[in-house]
């Protein structure tokens, strides 16, 4: 089976960092899209960054400049450096994957289990 399993997440203080990591593994053939999206309580789920198998990225403009969305295809793996953090910015943080598995030709959304940030003082 494919899975998502992400780490990295906790409490950090307003404008400090924080790197958050997501790993596939699995039956996986191929990846294309990788991201993360955000949700905080009372919230809908809401797209944070997303980045492509050749590196083209994609940003919400609340987190343009702030963060970094990077991945490292060898290890399927995508990684969100979130600098100067806000409290704005404290939700539960879900990785998501296009993989297309091992015998098919269709490809579906995987996601992580989800990672907690807090931005508090």
């Known amino acids: 089976q494919v899975q998502l399993v992400e780490s990295g997440g906790g409490l950090v203080q307003p404008g400090g960092s924080l790197r958050l990591s997501c790993a596939a593994s699995?039956?996986?053939?191929?990846?294309?899209?990788m991201g993360w999206y955000r949700q905080a309580p009372g919230k809908q789920r809401e797209l944070v960054a997303v980045?492509?198998?050749?590196?083209?990225?994609g940003y919400a403009d609340s987190v343009k400049g702030r963060f970094t969305i990077s991945r490292d295809n060898a290890k399927n793996t995508v990684f969100l450096q979130m600098n100067s953090l806000k409290a704005e910015d404290t939700a539960v943080y879900y990785c998501?994957?296009?993989?297309?598995?091992?015998?098919?030709?269709?490809?579906?959304?995987?996601w992580g289990q989800g990672t907690q940030v807090t931005v508090s003082s």
């Open positions: 699995g039956s996986i053939f191929s990846i294309n899209n």
């Open positions: 980045i492509t198998d050749s590196g083209n990225t």
């Open positions: 998501y994957a296009d993989i297309r598995r091992r015998g098919s030709m269709g490809a579906s959304a995987y």
